[in-house]
């Protein structure tokens, strides 16, 4: 015996309509679940929001398959108690397999001339640099390390330093 629960009927110019709401939901899905140019994402906290100079972050990069040319965009969370417009980073790169070694230093604008933070937030403000060079090869392991380089022993107001590796 069964029963009917629902007598649902749809006409043809109602099923076209679903039909096209499904397949724009799909494309949405796919368009924002896949992202193949990011080959890594990661943030590290800092203790109590302050960064120490001799707090140096390190992150472990992934080994690739093949030779991409390849950017990491340094992040950083920042609340309003950060007292400077800018922020200066060394951006140190170690690889293994043939040995390599590589630094950059990278100026980080954080507020306008009046002291106003040019990113939004409530809590916390998130910024991304532009993109420092990899010269990572297929096969080839290493490191990044970012310290920063400003003239106060420590830096109060930044929460959280990631990287973000793209090709």
């Known amino acids: 015996m069964v029963k009917t629960i629902c007598n649902l009927t749809l006409s043809g110019k109602n099923l076209r309509m679903l039909r096209q709401i ?19 994402h990661s943030y590290q906290p800092l203790k109590e929001k302050c960064w120490d100079r001799s707090d140096t972050l390190t992150f472990t990069l992934p080994t690739l398959d093949n030779n991409d040319r390849c950017h990491v965009l340094i ?10 417009e800018m ?8 690889y293994r397999k043939p040995f390599r070694h590589r630094v950059d230093t990278v100026r980080y604008m954080l507020t306008d001339k009046r002291g106003e933070f040019t990113e939004k ?3 916390y403000f998130q910024y991304e640099t532009q993109g420092v060079p990899l010269s990572l090869e297929k096969g080839q392991t290493g490191n990044l390390r970012i310290r920063h380089l400003m003239h106060r022993e420590t830096i109060p107001g930044i929460m ?8």
């Open 22 to 40: 499904c397949l724009l939901l799909f494309s949405v899905w796919l368009l924002t679940c896949c992202d193949s140019s990011t080959i890594m």
């Open 75 to 84: 992040g950083l969370r920042v609340t309003d108690n950060f007292p400077y």
């Open 87 to 94: 922020l200066i980073l060394e951006i140190e790169q170690n």
């Open 121 to 123: 937030g409530i809590n």
């Open 160 to 167: 959280d330093v990631g990287i973000h590796v793209i090709r």
